[in-house]
């Protein structure tokens, strides 16, 4: 006899997730004891909180990128990549069968990554104003379009290859990102709810496939993923309120100086670095510097004021006397 009976918009769904023996052992009969269920429900509710936070967790960035009009500091190679990665990961834990709660939220990230990567492109520099990145969106679209028929059409064999080599895809993947934030001692335009989410989901998703799936391929994956997330999360810490053209050239840059404040100075040193470079002015105490003559200051003279003063004569014709 159970201890509580749940109604059925409660033990319906509840059944679906833990199944018909752990929904009885954990909600009806609270038997705390039933180890094996406790993990199944603990990797369950993860499941469902990474599905959750995966639905969004790139939009932050995609904010950013949208409103900034600029993929400065996002790797477009990496975000290609990662698209890349986590299709073939969806389509794979598909066609396998495995619960949405293991992958749901590789589906939403690679719906995520690929608008991030058409951003990125959109937002591309150019270098005329005439010059169009039109051409390139369009190809990215259509690339996009038929690699996803192409995923859903191949044979498993080759599909659980495919699978196989998203570990070291996501390796890539990440790299990219890793070495431009160490060059460019910045992390740019990258969102911190976005890296700190992809850590914990990444740890997360360790623990939830050795419960659930207990597929190799699938758990070193997430392995890799966890210990580079970890890294770019990291150099995040470490250059936090340092953008790209302020450790470029060496502008201070205080953590409550405000985002107008630090885009005017770092496009003021931009504008300004070529103009002093090309005058070469010499440093002070060098021989040049002594031999420079200095132009004598400028004192402005008092003008005596042109009077004129016009008449008309009887006959009707105008004189005029300038009173110097």
């Known amino acids: 006899m159970p201890i509580i009976t749940w109604p059925g918009f409660i033990s319906a769904p509840a059944t679906a997730v833990l199944g018909a023996k752990c929904y009885t052992s954990l909600l009806e009969n609270i038997d705390y004891t039933d180890v094996e269920c406790i993990r199944l429900g603990v990797s369950k ?34 975000y290609v990549l990662e698209l890349i990665s986590c299709a073939i990961n969806s389509v794979y834990s ?23 990567t058409l951003l990125i492109i959109h937002y591309k520099p150019l270098l005329t104003r005439k010059d169009s990145n039109a051409p390139q969106l369009l190809a990215g679209i259509v690339t996009m379009a038929i ?72 758990l070193w994956g997430f ?32 953590k409550t100086r405000s985002s107008v404040e630090e885009k005017v100075l770092i496009d003021a040193a931009i504008e300004l670095k070529p103009i002093i470079a090309s005058q070469n002015f010499p440093r ?16 402005p003279t008092a003008r005596t004021p042109s009077v004129s003063l016009t008449a008309t004569t009887p006959g009707g014709r105008k004189w005029a006397r300038k009173v110097d």
């Open 284 to 299: 002070s105490g060098t021989p040049e510097a002594g031999n420079r003559r200095t132009p004598p200051a400028y004192t």
């Open 94 to 116: 598909i066609r396998n069968g495995y619960a949405f709660s293991t992958y749901g939220e590789n589906l939403f990230l690679t719906i995520q990554n690929a608008i991030v």
């Open 45 to 78: 509710a993860l499941g469902i909180g990474i599905i959750a936070g995966g639905s969004i967790v790139k939009v932050p960035q995609i904010s950013i990128i949208w409103r900034s009009g600029s993929g400065r500091g996002v790797s477009l190679s990496g």
């Open 223 to 254: 392995i890799l993923a966890s210990i580079l997330n970890t890294v770019i999360g990291v150099q995040m810490y470490a250059y936090w309120g340092r953008s790209e053209a302020a450790a470029k050239y060496h502008l201070p840059t205080e």
């Open 147 to 218: 690699s996803a028929i192409g995923l859903l059409v191949l044979p498993s064999e080759t599909l659980t290859i495919l699978q196989g080599l998203t570990i070291p895809i996501s390796a890539i993947a990440k790299v990219p990102q890793i070495i431009s934030n160490e060059r460019n001692k910045s992390t740019g335009n990258l969102a911190v709810f976005t890296v700190i989410a992809n850590v914990l989901g990444c740890f997360a998703r360790v623990f939830t496939t050795l419960t659930e799936v207990k597929d190799p391929l699938v």
